[in-house]
């Protein structure tokens, strides 16, 4: 019989064609030719993801609850958090930056999160399976915003020049910022799209 497509893995390092088994608790598959590890336990490698998820939003609300920018405004100095930023920005006529930054720094890296730590619950759970394939739909399209937190970075950046007078606050929030955006690259590198569809329809169907 031929196999299913799903059940096919190409190595990346030396690209051969093997067939994919279901992977007892704390296992790895290896590359027969190379040694490559090719996919680990799902469950596994999903309940990593949702560690990370969870550390990241920690991260995110550190990030937003100290200042991370000193700006001058109408002659007084003000450290300013990520909202109060994006307020400001609004509030000084910087709409499209004002979207921009709201996007970048809060709604695409707060959706991620909250969306893989919702699919992690309900498939644990086994319920709202309707809602969870949608939220599993929207990480997969997710997985092209890698970029975005590069991006994030050079809207720092930019802001500083913006602001008439600015300094980034390198206090514990500029701190957060970075971990949560080398933990958030980790996160979207870890959603393997196949990955999720198989761990979902083998908690709801299987
Ligand atoms: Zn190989």
């Given at each position: 019989m031929e196999?299913?497509?799903?059940?096919?893995?190409?190595?990346?390092?030396?690209e051969t064609l093997q067939k994919r088994v279901e992977l007892p608790k704390k296992k790895?598959?290896?590359?027969?030719?190379?040694?490559?590890?090719?996919?680990?336990?799902?469950e596994d490698s999903f309940n990593k993801g949702l560690a990370f998820s969870i550390t990241s939003l920690i991260l995110f609300i550190i990030a937003n609850s100290f200042p991370i920018?000193?700006?001058?405004?109408?002659?007084?100095?003000?450290?300013?958090?990520i909202p109060s930023m994006i307020y400001s920005l609004y509030n000084?006529?910087?709409?499209?930056?004002?979207?921009?930054?709201?996007?970048?720094?809060?709604?695409?890296?707060?959706?991620?999160?909250?969306?893989?730590?919702?699919?992690?619950?309900?498939?644990?759970?086994?319920?709202?399976?309707?809602?969870?394939?949608h939220?599993?739909?929207?990480?997969?399209?997710?997985?092209?915003?890698?970029?975005?937190?590069?991006?994030?970075?050079?809207?720092?950046v930019a802001l500083v020049k913006l602001f008439g007078y600015a300094e980034i606050h390198f206090g514990l929030s500029a701190v957060a910022l970075v971990l949560f955006v080398i933990v958030d690259i980790f996160v979207l590198k870890n959603i393997k799209p196949v990955e999720l569809w198989t761990y979902y329809s083998r908690e709801y169907c299987g």
């Open positions: 196999p299913n497509l799903d059940e096919l893995i190409i190595c990346r390092r030396c790895v598959a290896k590359c027969i030719e190379c040694n490559e590890v090719l996919y680990r336990n799902i920018i000193t700006v001058l405004i109408t002659g007084q100095i003000n450290a300013l958090t000084e006529d910087f709409f499209v930056v004002g979207s921009i930054v709201l996007v970048v720094l809060v709604i695409a890296p707060l959706s991620v999160m909250l969306s893989y730590i919702i699919v992690g619950v309900f498939i644990k759970l086994k319920i709202f399976k309707s809602l969870t394939r939220l599993i739909a929207f990480l997969v399209i997710s997985k092209s915003w890698e970029m975005i937190d590069i991006f994030t970075v050079s809207i720092l």
